[in-house]
């Protein structure tokens, strides 16, 4: 289970009374009320991706579905589709100009 961290604000009296009441409204207590709110601010801000950790995030997921997909064709009982692969994605980088991460190409690692 996540360990949630205290935060503390100070809200003017106008908006102390409207969280208040919605909270209320919505059967919750305050401090429930404010985190979903923060929560749903954040999900929006991160589906914009204008998130600061949307990078990161979409980072480790390509990381992620490369060591996966390298493991997949590893134990595939075709051995010579991993090369393939792989000799495709050197023609895509060619293609698109850019240069493999390595010359000697970095392939045996899973």
Known sequence: MTKHICLQTYLSYPLAQWVRSEADDHGECVSVFIRDLVMAAYIAQEEAGSGALNDLDHAREIIFSSVALDAILTAHPDGSLRQ???????????????????????????
């Open 84 to 110: 393939k692969a792989h000799a495709a994605y050197a023609r895509r980088l060619e293609r698109l100009g850019l240069v493999p991460a390595s010359l000697n190409g970095g392939r045996d690692e899973a």
